[in-house]
Nanobody, 113 residues
Framework: QVQLVESGGDLVQAGGSLRLSCAAS????????MGWDRQAPGKQRELVAS???????NYADSVKGRFTISRDNAKNTVYLQMDSLKSEDTDVYYC???????WGQGTQVTVSS
């Protein structure tokens, strides 16, 4: 079983930046994909960004050009650099890895306008 610990969520003003981190530990043999989802209360969870162990990235259209995902395979850690933050980016952000798929507990990002 893989454990994921997220950090970096905070309150920030619109236009500001945050960097989220997620460290994986436990029964790790090879992590294929790492990424971030987000979900606001009453809304469906959506994919924000993902990155394969080969470095191929995928982004939601709403964050393209503003967010950058990266990973350190030696540390089993994934990062999400979030720039030009908007109020609509306010959500709980969940780190995930897989397959098999595991999710972290989430970290709150709040963007004030």
């Amino acid at each position: 079983q893989v454990q994921l610990v997220e950090s970096g969520g905070d309150l920030v003003q619109a236009g500001g930046s945050l960097r989220l981190s997620c460290a994986a530990s436990g029964k790790i043999f090879s992590i294929g994909v790492m990424g971030w989802d987000r979900q606001a209360p009453g809304k469906q969870r959506e994919l924000v960004a993902s990155i394969t162990n080969g470095g191929i990235t995928n982004y939601a259209d709403s964050v393209k050009g503003r967010f950058t995902i990266s990973r350190d395979n030696a540390k089993n850690t994934v990062y999400l650099q979030m720039d030009s933050l908007k109020s609509e980016d306010t959500d709980v952000y969940y780190c995930f890895t897989g397959p098999p798929w595991s999710w972290g507990q989430g970290t709150q990002v709040t963007v004030s306008s």
